[in-house]
Structure formats: structure tokens, C-alpha cells
């Protein structure tokens, strides 16, 4: 089945810093979500991106399917940003069987 | 009002008791998941529903039941609760793509 891997697995920043984050997939997906999981556990939709750059405030994504990659951008990062941030993408060719599968997260922690 | 919500939010049970968590939603999709998260991990997919008469097991689906009982609704049932589903769970909508997410349950099975 399709595999999804995100890095880095951790990441320490100063506040105010830029980052990338990588999610890679072995095969083709129809569908690709950016999740922030916050200390307290709720997941929050970022980004609804099967392909092309979207910008929301401070974070933007691209994903380049041909190539099978996703970047999320997170610039003059806060100490709010903290969490873990989830890729999960969604195989066209699972029929009935459809489901996102998740990589298994880049835990950011922004200090003050 | 939060477009999709869970109760409850916390839940401490013991090993053996029936549990039923609940999902509800004011999104108007057809399309309803259940996932559990466990410390570390992405989510697993327990079951899901792509309407009200249609039910699909998931990848983890064994120890659990669920029920839709309307559009907006889909109830997950632990039968008879274990300490390794201790976890949190979520609950999930899509109309087609993408999918939107409860704030979760954390479940504890003493």
C-alpha cells in the first residue's frame, strides 16, 4: 500500500524563525491534507492540497504530485505553532477501501 | 457552534464496561469516520460510513461496533472495554475529499 513519510520527525525553533516541512508518498493520491495536532489533542485543518501552492496567513503548502511531495511552509513561527503536524493523503485506486493514511507526524516545538 | 462534536470528551472506564462514544454534525455530509490515535502515532481507521445504510470496517475494526443512526449522526460502541484501547479517538466528516475532524475523546480503560 502507499506509504507516507513525513521530516523531519522533530524540530526545535526560536520564535520568529522559518521552516519546511516534508511529506513525501510512494505512489499516487487523489486527496492531500495538512493537520496541526496542539498540545491539547484537537486536530486543525491546514491545508486541503491534491496539488498547487495555497497560502493561509503565515503557512502555505505546495504539492508537486507528479513528484510526490508536499511541503508546508511555516514562516515567523509562534510559540502557538507548537504541536504536531500530520500529512495524510488519499490513494484513488482503493474503491470501496478508501481511507487517508497518515505519516507519522514532525513534532515542532517554538520556544520564546 | 463546532461544525462536528464528540461526547464525551474525557472518559475513564474499567476493563469489561460497555462504552458508547458519540459523534454529531451540522455539515450536511454523507460521509462519517471513526479513528483511534495512539501516543505517537497517526490515526487508524476503526470504521467508517458513506451513508446511512452503509457501514465499512476499517483496519482496526476488531473489539468495536458503531451505528449511524442519521445523517448527522455516528455512535462508536466498545463491547467490552480493554486497557489497550485506551487512546483518543476521533470522529471524522467529508462530503467527498477532505475530511474534517472532531476535538476527540480520550479514553482510558482501567
Known amino acids: 500500500g502507499i506509504q507516507v513519510e513525513q521530516s523531519p520527525p522533530d524540530l526545535i525553533l526560536q520564535e520568529g524563525a522559518n521552516s519546511t516541512l516534508r511529506c513525501n508518498f510512494s505512489d499516487s493520491v487523489n486527496n492531500l491534507q495538512w493537520f496541526h495536532q496542539n498540545p491539547w489533542g484537537q486536530l486543525i485543518n491546514l491545508f486541503y492540497i491534491p496539488s498547487g501552492t495555497k497560502q493561509n496567513g503565515r503557512l502555505s503548502a505546495t504539492t508537486v504530485a507528479t513528484e510526490r511531495y508536499s511541503l508546508l511552509y511555516i514562516s515567523s513561527s509562534q510559540t502557538t505553532d507548537s504541536g504536531v503536524y500530520f500529512c495524510?493523503?488519499?490513494?484513488?485506486?482503493?474503491?470501496?477501501?478508501?481511507?487517508?493514511?497518515w505519516g507519522l507526524g514532525t513534532s515542532l516545538a517554538v520556544n520564546p | 457552534d463546532a461544525d462536528v462534536t464528540q461526547t464525551p470528551r474525557n472518559r475513564i472506564t474499567k476493563t469489561g464496561k460497555r462504552i458508547m462514544l458519540e459523534c454529531s454534525q451540522t455539515k450536511g455530509h454523507d460521509r462519517m469516520y471513526w479513528y483511534r490515535q495512539d501516543p505517537g502515532l497517526g490515526l487508524q481507521l476503526i470504521y467508517y460510513?458513506?451513508?446511512?445504510?452503509?457501514?465499512n470496517k476499517g483496519e482496526i475494526s476488531d473489539g468495536y461496533s458503531v451505528s449511524r443512526q442519521a445523517q448527522a449522526k455516528f455512535s462508536l460502541s466498545l463491547e467490552s472495554a480493554i486497557p489497550n484501547q485506551t487512546a483518543l479517538y476521533f470522529c471524522?466528516?467529508?462530503?467527498?475529499?477532505?475530511?474534517?475532524f472532531g476535538p476527540g475523546t480520550r479514553l482510558t480503560v482501567l
Open positions: 460510513s458513506f451513508d446511512v445504510k452503509d457501514i
Open positions: 471524522a466528516t467529508s462530503d467527498f475529499d477532505e475530511q474534517f
Open positions: 495524510a493523503v488519499d490513494t484513488p485506486f482503493a474503491g470501496n477501501n478508501r481511507k487517508l493514511i
